[in-house]
């Protein structure tokens, strides 16, 4: 009985400490955004006179002044980053799932070959081969083009990983083979088929891409130097070098925020899945 | 779908065994042009002379290893620079990896424990892992102006007196540092503690049990059970984040506005890349430190690898510790 009670108390004490690390590690996750937000709703007078936990009332005037700022034009960039990373998420996900279909249910020569090779190219670092690609890319004068930006993510391994491994688990063959029967083309059965059952698979990898993709900042800060090319990243660096001193403080918050706020949206209403597709694809087993 | 169904399968098959070739065609033709040309450009250009002096281009001159013989030659002060910017990039990594990996794991064991039950599992999840899916220059350039002279930050500390004057966080290298590591834990340990939960969870439930009742305590349970059988993803996190380590370069640089600063401390190898190919367009010295990288990422990946899976093979191949340690 007085083992029992001690190793009770012990698992409450326990569970309050756990709780206690989970919220503080909550507040740490939370706070810089809280800042963020809080910060884009104060005038720069308000920002320099101190500290203050809640929201002021200029959201709008700072909006406003974000949004038409001359130097930099941040709904261009939105544009011009939402462009680019929705023709990605588009281009990956068809293009893997399609590959991924092409190894799954054909048998041919060198098959294997092709899923060890696709495998070991997974972990080759993107940056290894950034020197080569500026250089081809100017020569190629696709410099302030987005060509080089979207289309090579129609190879993906990762994505195409990934939908193998969710062909494995949904897609039995004999679907392919009824549809043959039935006098589909082996394009018509993958588009109208089996693209719509690879709909979850599709739809999380679409997203991670749409991410990545808008969040991208090393290789089109190589490549875009036109102002209406720049997407959103790059002109973030470049709020970070202007001279800091002139600026009005309020509007760099509002810059942040918006460059945050598409994926925050998207994170907030899809979390769930998200969080799903993350070890889903990833981890084996 | 298994044994019967084969056969038939691969029969049938290869009549249509074109398409096969046909559907990887595009990932192929793409791979080829914008990522196997490229990389073989950037190794072929480490051997050569090539950049731009103002509005004048040197080169292309064959120089051999010239520019690898460069990169490893001391400066006036004495100092390897790839070297020294190797060794920032190794810091700052370890500085969040160690957080990362020890509070993810911690974090694993509580979410998956039935016995502690932890509520509200959804939240805490979401919630850690949203830094994974924010724009890196972004949180870089909020973590600035959060923690500038005159940020929110100084202004809490002076106004709570915990600070009698502006603490200036951008000229230690203690700080700049520990922010940069901060930041890089924040974006990360949701992400691995996730992982590792999916992989806590695969593990056979009866094991834990088992041990349980032969009056392991949680701690050995841990060590014994839960440890060894992890090891595999837990492998594949760490050189997965190693080689995202490697690759350390948003943060650093919009952080300290591409100067690595106080003094280049907290200069990236990919930083110092990024310099010679958006600076100058210098392809040879860009291309040479490209080749370095991916050698270290190679190698670095095999060491890590190797070790741990020696590691935890020893426990799993001995499966009767566990039994003798849990019967005492």
Same mark, same amino acid.
């Given at each position: 009985m007085n083992e029992n009670t001690k190793s009770r108390l012990m698992m409450i004490l326990l569970r309050v400490v756990v709780y206690a690390i989970l919220i503080f590690l909550t507040v740490l996750c939370l706070f810089s955004f809280y800042m963020m937000i809080i910060n884009a709703t104060r005038s720069n007078a308000q920002l320099q006179a101190g500290f203050r936990l809640l929201p002021q009332e200029h959201f709008w005037d700072n909006l406003k002044n974000a949004w038409t700022d001359a130097s930099i034009n941040i709904p261009r960039g939105m544009l011009n980053s939402l462009f680019i990373a929705l023709t990605s998420a588009a281009l990956t996900t068809y293009f893997s799932a399609l590959t991924a279909y092409g190894v799954h249910v054909y048998s041919f020569r060198g098959k294997n070959l092709v899923f060890t090779f696709i495998m070991a190219i997974m972990m080759i670092p993107a940056q290894v081969s950034a020197v080569g690609f500026v250089q081809m890319m100017n020569k190629l004068h696709m410099t302030n083009n987005y060509i080089p930006l979207i289309v090579p993510?129609?190879?993906?391994?990762?994505?195409?990983?990934?939908?193998?491994?969710?062909?494995?688990?949904?897609?039995?063959?004999?679907?392919?083979?009824?549809?043959?029967?039935?006098?589909?083309?082996?394009?018509?059965?993958?588009?109208?088929?089996?693209l719509p059952i690879m709909k979850p698979a599709i739809a999380v990898q679409a997203i991670f891409s749409f991410v990545s993709s808008w969040n991208n900042y090393f290789i089109p800060a190589l490549l875009l130097d036109k102002a209406e090319m720049k997407t959103v990243p790059i002109m973030i660096a470049q709020l970070r070098s202007a001279d800091y001193s002139k600026f009005d403080m309020g509007k760099v918050y509002m810059f942040i925020l918006l460059a945050i706020l598409p994926v925050m949206l998207v994170y907030i209403i899809l979390s769930k899945s998200i969080i799903k597709g993350v070890t889903s694809g990833s981890v084996k087993g | 779908m298994s044994l019967d169904n084969r056969p038939s399968g691969r029969r049938k098959s290869?009549?249509?065994?074109?398409?096969?070739?046909?559907?990887?065609?595009? &990932?192929?033709?793409?791979?080829?042009?914008?990522?196997?040309?490229?990389?073989?450009?950037?190794?072929?250009?480490? &051997?050569?002379?090539?950049?731009? $002096? +103002?509005?004048?281009?040197? +080169?292309? $001159?064959?120089? +051999?290893?010239?520019?690898?013989?460069?990169?490893?030659?001391?400066?006036?002060? +004495?100092?390897?620079?790839?070297?020294k910017y190797a060794g920032n990039t190794m810091i700052l990594w370890f500085l969040g990896a160690i957080p990362q990996f020890a509070i993810a794991l911690l974090l694993a064991v509580f979410f998956t424990s039935y016995r502690l039950n932890i509520k509200g599992q959804g939240f805490f999840k979401t919630v850690i892992y949203m830094p994974n899916l924010i724009m890196a220059s972004a949180f870089s350039m909020l973590f600035f102006t959060l923690f500038s002279k005159v940020g929110p930050v100084n202004q809490l500390l002076q106004q709570t007196g915990l600070a009698d004057k502006t603490i200036d966080f951008f000229v230690s290298k203690v700080t700049v540092r520990g922010l940069i590591a901060l930041m890089n834990f924040l974006m990360w340990f949701g992400n691995t503690t996730i992982v590792l939960m999916a992989g806590i969870m695969g593990i056979d439930q009866t094991l834990f049990e088992a041990a349980t009742i032969d009056g392991a305590n949680a701690v050995k349970v841990f060590f014994r059970v839960t440890m060894p059988l992890l090891m595999p993803i837990f492998v594949y996190c760490l050189i997965t984040a190693l080689i995202g380590g490697i690759q350390m370069f948003d943060v650093p640089q919009v952080l300290t506005n591409r100067l690595g600063m106080p003094n280049r401390t907290s200069f990236t190898l990919v930083m110092y890349l990024n310099n010679y190919l958006s600076t100058s367009k210098n392809y040879g010295m860009s291309g040479a430190i490209s080749v370095i990288i991916f050698l270290i990422t190679g190698v670095l990946g095999g060491i890590v690898y190797k070790f741990l899976s020696a590691q935890y093979k020893e426990p799993v191949e001995q499966p009767r510790r566990v039994r003798k340690g849990a019967r005492k």
């Open positions: 993510s129609i190879a993906a391994p990762v994505v195409f990983f990934y939908m193998k491994q969710y062909m494995e688990s949904v897609l039995p063959l004999e679907i392919v083979e009824a549809a043959r029967c039935d006098g589909s083309s082996e394009f018509r059965t993958f588009n109208t088929i089996i | 290869v009549s249509y065994a074109k398409w096969g070739y046909i559907f990887i065609l595009p &990932f192929f033709l793409v791979y080829f042009i914008f990522t196997l040309i490229p990389q073989v450009l950037t190794v072929y250009n480490s &051997f050569f002379t090539n950049y731009m $002096d +103002g509005l004048t281009h040197i +080169g292309p $001159d064959f120089v +051999g290893l010239k520019n690898y013989v460069e990169l490893f030659t001391p400066n006036k002060q +004495g100092v390897i620079l790839i070297l």
